[in-house]
DNA sequence: TACTAGTATATAGTATTACAGAGTAGTCGT
DNA sequence: ACGACTACTCTGTAATACTATATACTAGTA
């Protein structure tokens, strides 16, 4: 899918909080994941903002650990305060859905 | 629904799109669509700016017409370009909203 | 007249976010 | 030594919604 860019603004870091929700991962195997699941264009620069501004928020614990393919991971697991955002980003998405459902089905009122 | 800002990026035009799409209307009535919809803190500026990048990409027809309660209206109407947009816009969304599922209900596969 | 409220368009400036593009490092196989 | 893959880092840019404000028209009312 091209050009998806702009609503995935908001989204992306959803994404990763669920995918880190699942069980600590770190910023490659995320990027592998997005990919895997359709959003092909994302790189890893996007998912390191996205973890690096997860980390400023204290949305994630970060452990580093060595490899033995390539160099140190940094392993992400959520804190309390992320699994909170996680469940407030569903809510606001779950939201925006039944809007847009909505929206596709409603009847416009006019006005005079 | 609050802070649900970044969330709305790339959504906001697709709705302002579909709700000229079902007949004529202007900016300060697609923004009372809107907040009557729910998405209750877009205000009139963020409508205008949306409308105008419509009109910028050749997405809607306008024509003034005078009111007899304020000043004059611009009234939008899709183009071709306008209505085959507006099909892009929910293609990308069904497509985003069926990856989001996917997202939630999916096993995560681990690597070693 | 003066004031207020509701209607309606317009615009400058700001914050947030995803992305492009590049760099740096570590491990392994040849 | 070299290339391929893994993995993190960083700088800068474009797109978009929002804040805040200004302008203008009509109607009601004091």
Chains 1, 2 share one sequence.
Not at 92 to 110: H, P, Q, Y
């Amino acid at each position: 899918m091209e050009n998806i860019t702009e609503m995935l603004k908001g989204v992306l870091e959803g994404c990763v909080l669920e995918i880190i929700s699942r069980g600590e991962t770190y910023g490659y195997e995320i990027t592998q994941h997005l990919r895997e699941l359709g959003f092909t264009d994302v790189v890893e620069g996007t998912v390191y903002t996205i973890t690096i501004r997860l980390e400023k928020n204290n949305l994630v614990d970060i452990e580093k650990k060595k490899s033995t393919v390539g160099p140190p991971r940094k392993f992400y697991t959520l804190t309390e305060a992320g699994r909170e955002q996680l469940e407030v980003f569903w809510t606001k998405w779950d939201f925006i859905t039944s809007k847009m459902v909505e929206l596709k089905t409603m009847e416009i009122k006019r006005r005079g």
